[in-house]
């Protein structure tokens, strides 16, 4: 399973919130991207940032915008079992 992470330059809550995807994706061995939204064509890029995609292998199962650790939560917690988030470590 992987967390690719749109992000934009100059993207403060994008810089704020990294750390703790990393930290989220690590905890629960899933793997973790991110892109540049400067780097892809302009028809593809969102409109928020930043802008979450969760695949399993090639399948994009979910996606979410926003830097709401409750969401983020919800979300993985549908599709990775036993999801677990400590915010101390």
């Known amino acids: 399973m992987k967390i690719v992470m749109i992000k934009k330059k100059g993207c403060n809550p994008c810089k704020m919130f990294e750390p703790t995807v990393k930290s989220v994706a690590n905890q629960n061995q899933v ?5 540049q939204a400067e780097s892809m064509p302009e028809k593809m890029r969102p409109n928020l940032f930043p802008y979450f995609y ?3 292998k090639e ?3 979910e996606s ?3 830097t709401n650790i409750r ?3 919800k979300v993985l917690s549908r599709h990775i079992k036993n999801y677990s988030y400590n915010e101390n470590i």
């Open 31 to 35: 793997e973790y991207k991110s892109v």
């Open 59 to 61: 399948k994009m199962l």
């Open 54 to 56: 969760l695949f399993e």
């Open 64 to 66: 979410w915008a926003g």
């Open 71 to 73: 969401k983020m939560s």
